[in-house]
């Protein structure tokens, strides 16, 4: 993405570098992987790494708005309204947000809600920019069609989004074991099912119609990157939308619920380098800096506004909610909401230079020179100083954190737990892991002493699920159910929880036939959320079967478990399973 300006003006950089970065080819390559093995990929970079990639990809692209708004004087000026006003009620609605969860949980909903159309906005931009840049005649018919299309690729995605139990995520984390929550439309059923179709025919036929035209006029050659960038708005939206909607082609890791916050992040971090590679274009056409200095720039201006409130608002200073049970999740909300206003002030084909540079490949005109050298300077400090916190705690949290609480190595723990409460992301979910741990290991003070922390701090949905376990490991069985009961009362969506009540019913009160029949009802609506993909659920579904008197249908089930356990290559659990299925069969003679 280096190469000169002199590049031929039916490009920006260059045909392979265009397709891949600008186009959304490259995310077609992420799906691939995942669609092929998706497990494998994620070993090789699993979650808690991801922010690392982020940090080159995601991070920079909102400092480069930053950069394009906020470093010349000229354009602090220009866009004034967005760059002051909208900003400084973006401000108060964070504070504000941070101590009210209400404010935070609307502030999260218009962040998810409008995501979809920042990037389906972006796509149709670019498609426009490359018909026009290339000398497609671009009717008024066609660009209509065109850009219904994309309106209606965002709608299909905002109505999965505000239908409730949905599994559709479009955000890069999780939100349900936060303070803040989706504040769905929710829509009857009705209406969805008329709606959904309606939607779907009406995108495909407004991309027909729009692609007939554009290559009638212009033909293949010249409508490629066009065509890509449509292929790339299915791929992000469009097929994981209708693949979760009709419970159809769940296997593919990308279309499927599973893992669905995993493979957004890919599609995040394609967004976010289309974004930087046309930006890194005009600010070469501007002139205003080299394309390393314009990096590091980017990259700290952009690091600076997630990492600063996190140190400002953690509980131990101006907030009171933990980073991961919601005050990272309104950073991203606030910074997202941010990013999405200035872009739409700054990013307008009919605007002057904008035109010039994207449009006709010419200059856009010499850039003003910049007067804020002490605005520079705190910059570049905060800047320094995030990328090492962004760093760290990516660290600490993966390494530090999670590898030592699977090796059980507490001293390790104990240590990465602190250094995360120095940065600000001291977390209550760390303090059940701790107070489990140390159960293990009989210190049992230690673990009352971080049990107590952890219910002081937050008690969320993870906290409460592990506070459960902590609590069983104890022989403590009120606890530990009265736990999940509370987990379950602020997440009734989460399969996971109502296997994990069923599991409990089942352990403590198997011999009492309301619990039995309980657990059977939980077990059964994990297993249908799921797709009866989930070995263990299965597991647990057979087992309140067998409870409630129904050896049958608990062989079946049990059969189903171990097919799924040996398919998944789980081996350790195969054994246990085949034990409870040759029991059921030796209650049923056979």
Known sequence: MSTSLAAPARWLFGATTDLLFGCGLISAFAFLALAIDGPAVRAILPFAWTP????????????????RVYEQRADRRRYVLFSGLATALLAVAFVVGAHEVTVGSWLLTIYLTWSPWHYSGQNYGIALMFLRRRGVEVTPFAKRALHL???????????????????????????????????????????????????TIGYLVALSVALHCLLRRGGLRATLPALALAASQALWFVAPALARYGGVWQDVEPL?????????????????????????????????????????????????????????????????????????????????????VLDGAIWKLRDGPIARALLRGEGAGPAPKNS?????????????????????????????????????DVTRAEGAAQRLTWIGQESARAHAALALLHQHRGDAAAAERHAQRAVELHAGVDTL?????????????????????????????????????????????????????????????????????????LHTYGMSLAATGDLEQALLTAD???????????????????????????????
């Open 149 to 199: 299309s994309f309106v209606l690729s965002f709608l299909l995605t905002a109505v999965m989004l505000h239908t409730g139990g949905s599994n559709v995520s479009y955000a890069p984390g999780e939100f349900d074991g936060t303070v803040y929550r989706l504040l769905r439309v929710n829509p009857p059923a009705w209406l969805v099912s008329a709606t959904i179709p309606t939607l």
């Open 465 to 537: 699920f592990e506070l459960s376990t902590y609590f069983h490991q104890r022989g403590q069985s009120v606890d530990a159910i009265g736990s999940i009961e509370r987990a379950l009362a602020l997440a009734p969506g989460s399969a996971k929880l109502r296997h994990r009540l069923a599991w409990l019913l089942i352990v403590y009160h198997r011999d009492d036939p309301a619990a039995a029949q309980r657990a059977r009802s939980l077990a059964a609506s994990a297993v249908e959320d799921t797709g009866g993909r989930n070995a263990s659920y």
């Open 372 to 408: 804020a050298t002490w605005r520079s300077k705190v910059v570049w400090v905060a800047g320094v100083v995030s990328v090492g916190v962004w760093c760290l705690s990516t660290f600490e949290q993966a390494r530090g954190l999670q590898d030592a609480l699977a090796a059980g």
């Open 256 to 340: 499927g619920t599973d893992h669905a916050t995993y493979a957004f992040l890919w599609i995040a971090m394609a967004h976010s380098v289309q974004y930087l590679w046309i930006t890194l274009y005009f600010a070469r056409a501007r002139g205003a800096t080299s394309g390393s200095a314009w990096g590091v720039k980017v990259l700290l201006s952009g690091a600076a506004v997630w990492v600063v409130p996190a140190l400002l608002f953690s509980p131990a200073a101006l907030g009171r909610i933990p980073y991961d049970a919601g005050l990272g999740l309104l950073i991203a909300s606030v910074v997202n909401l941010h990013h999405f």
């Open 560 to 590: 189903r478990a171990l097919a799924r356990a040996i398919a998944a290559g789980e081996h350790a659990f195969v054994d246990l399973l085949r034990r409870h299925r040759d029991g059921y069969a030796r209650a049923l003679g056979r």
């Open 52 to 67: 690392l990639l982020l940090l080159v990809t995601g991070i920079p692209h909102y400092g480069a708005t930053l950069l």
